[in-house]
């Protein structure tokens, strides 16, 4: 069975400094992986996709992602932290032949100035 | 821009009133989506359209109905809504499974947050 743990439900970081949150799957393939990005009050917005054509995968606002099949991790990082980055973000991954989707409970981001 | 509309972004309505959510897109995908999403959650998937093949969750309650009357368009539907039931709800679109090259990404819209009162 397919499933997803972000592991810390909370990061703080503060303005400047490293992000990194933790995304871990569970599959009996290779899957597809995806981090989305919400703000407050709003929708989810994509951030980056996984689909097996590199390991690296950059996103949109200076994220990216490395996916370590020995580790079955799928870790989000930022070098430099905005004010504008605090949100929840959601690491997900499609269910096997359909089109629903495994969400993972989410880790809010805070960012201190 | 191609996006993905929600009306109207904030919903009151009364313990018992029926309430219509509404959600366009002008992606032109097949797939419609609707999810709930409480405080502090992972949003929740209600049911999905795949064109005009309607599927539904197997723990979504029957309060719950959905409506595509075209590939624009989609509603839901709370028939009795309950306090449990204040939320946001998010609706999202994508793409057929292509063949070969992963799975497509949704497209979400800003979403509606209903209050029961």
């Known amino acids: 069975a397919q499933s997803v743990t972000q592991l810390d439900s909370h990061v703080s970081v503060s303005e400047g400094t490293p992000v990194l949150l933790r995304c871990n799957y569970s599959?009996?393939?290779?899957?597809?992986l995806f981090w989305y990005v919400q703000h407050p009050n709003k929708g989810l917005q994509l951030l980056l996709k996984y689909t097996s054509a590199a390991t690296l995968v950059k996103g949109i606002n200076g994220f990216e992602a490395e996916f370590k099949k020995s580790e079955t991790s799928f870790h989000l990082t930022k070098p430099s932290a905005h004010m504008s980055d605090a949100a929840e973000y959601f690491c997900v991954v499609p269910f096997t032949g359909g089109f629903k989707t495994i969400f993972g409970a989410g880790t809010r981001l805070f960012v201190k100035a | 821009d191609a996006m993905v509309i929600q009306n109207p972004r904030y919903q009151v309505t009364q313990f018992g009133k029926p309430v219509t959510l509404s959600c366009s897109q002008t992606?032109?995908?097949?797939?419609m989506y609707w999810y709930q999403q409480k405080s502090s959650q992972a949003p929740k998937l209600l049911f999905h359209?795949?064109?005009?093949?309607?599927?539904n969750e197997a723990d979504t309650p029957d309060n719950f109905q959905s409506r595509r009357p075209n590939t624009s368009f989609c509603f839901l539907d709370i028939r009795s809504p309950g306090l449990g039931d204040a939320a946001m709800y998010l609706c999202?679109?994508?793409?057929?499974?292509?063949?070969?090259?992963?799975?497509?990404?949704?497209?979400f819209g800003p979403g509606t947050r209903l209050t029961v009162l």
């Open positions: 992606l032109n995908h097949n797939v």
């Open positions: 999202a679109t994508s793409r057929d499974l292509p063949t070969g090259s992963g799975y497509n990404e949704q497209f």
């Open positions: 359209y795949y064109d005009k093949d309607f599927n």
């Open positions: 599959s009996s393939y290779s899957p597809s």
